[in-house]
């Protein structure tokens, strides 16, 4: 049997601070999860958490055990 050495998603995000919408979000989880059990690798998310725009996706990606980098403008 050969097995893949498992990969690294690294995924940035550009949040915008007057609208969320929750079907992108679950269409940006399924597309990382796909990717997850696809390559059995792990997610880093960097996202920009300047002033509280993130909300409410910031715990959304917490809550799914991603390491969550914050990066500032």
Same mark, same amino acid.
């Given at each position: 049997m050969i097995q893949s050495t498992p990969q690294e998603l690294h995924v940035s995000v550009d949040v915008g601070c007057y609208q969320h919408d929750k079907a992108g979000f679950a269409d940006f989880f399924k597309q990382i999860e796909h990717f997850k059990k696809s390559s059995?690798?792990?997610v880093s998310i960097a996202m920009?958490?300047?002033?509280?725009?993130? =909300?409410? $996706?910031?715990?959304?990606?917490?809550?799914?055990?991603? =390491?969550l $980098?914050?990066?500032n403008n």
């Open positions: 059995n690798g792990q920009e958490g300047y002033n509280g725009h993130a =909300r409410p $996706l910031d715990q959304m990606i917490q809550s799914k055990k991603y =390491r $980098l914050n990066i």
